[in-house]
């Protein structure tokens, strides 16, 4: 199975499941624009790995945004933010991060960004 394959395998039976984990977003005591900062990170990492092998025939603008995007994971964009949701406190919102990352490095690699952590 290639990397788009995967992606989309890991969109369809991890990303894609609902519901939000709203529970553990109020466990980790996000507040409202931590809160839309996860859920807009989620769902975009989660939208492109939506495309699957579609992504091998994406416009080079659209390219170039999706790269952009992966290149610096949750962590390193918001660590504050990250460090709340841990595997105690938010489980389920903890778990869905990590697939997340995996995802957004698969695309990374994807578009060449072996560099990328």
């Known amino acids: 199975m290639d990397e788009l394959d995967q992606l989309r395998e890991m969109y369809e039976t991890k990303l894609k499941n609902g519901p939000f984990p709203l529970a553990d977003c109020h ?10 900062t996860v859920t807009t990170f989620l769902a975009y990492v989660a939208g492109i790995a939506s495309h699957g092998p579609r992504l091998a025939s994406i416009t ?6 999706f790269e952009k995007f992966v290149a610096r ?6 660590p504050a933010t990250n460090a709340k949701i841990t595997r105690e406190q938010a489980p ?4 869905l991060m990590k697939v997340t990352e ?8 994807y578009f060449g960004g072996d560099h990328l952590q």
Request: hydrophobic share 35%; charged share 45%; no cysteine.
């Open 60 to 65: 080079e603008t659209r390219r170039r945004e």
């Open 27 to 36: 466990a980790a005591r996000l507040t409202n624009d931590e809160h839309a």
């Open 92 to 95: 389920t919102l903890f778990r």
């Open 102 to 109: 995996e995802a957004r490095l698969l695309i990374g690699r």
């Open 73 to 78: 994971s949750f962590e390193e964009k918001w």
